[in-house]
Nanobody, 120 residues
Framework: QVQLVESGGGLVQPGGSLRLSCAAS????????MGWYRQAPGKQRTLVAT???????DYADSVKGRFTISRDDARNTVYLQMKNLKPEDTAVYYC??????????????WGLGTQVTVSS
């Protein structure tokens, strides 16, 4: 079992910045791909950014150049630095991790989400 705890969400004005964190804990041997997704009211959950163990990152077109994903494997943590935030970035942001657990299986895990609201 892997538990994910997100933090760093909040209310910010357009053009502002936020940094999201997601810390993984529990029984696992390795964390593989780590990522962030978001879900706005009335919309489907969509990919924001992912990062592999070798630090290969991928971004949704809508956030390229504004968001940066990174990971600290010593802390089992993934980050999302968000700059130049826009009202359309308002959503609940979810952390997702693929982990090789102590049961010798790889599975996907989700955090409970953190709210990001961009508004003046």
């Amino acid at each position: 079992q892997v538990q994910l705890v997100e933090s760093g969400g909040g209310l910010v004005q357009p053009g502002g910045s936020l940094r999201l964190s997601c810390a993984a804990s529990g029984s696992f041997f390795n964390l593989y791909a780590m990522g962030w997704y978001r879900q706005a009211p009335g919309k489907q959950r969509t990919l924001v950014a992912t990062i592999t163990r070798d630090r290969t990152a991928d971004y949704a077109d809508s956030v390229k150049g504004r968001f940066t994903i990174s990971r600290d494997d010593a802390r089992n943590t993934v980050y999302l630095q968000m700059k130049n935030l826009k009202p359309e970035d308002t959503a609940v942001y979810y952390c997702n991790v693929a982990a090789y657990g102590s049961d010798y299986r790889t599975a996907d895990y989700w955090g409970l989400g953190t709210q990001v609201t961009v508004s003046s």
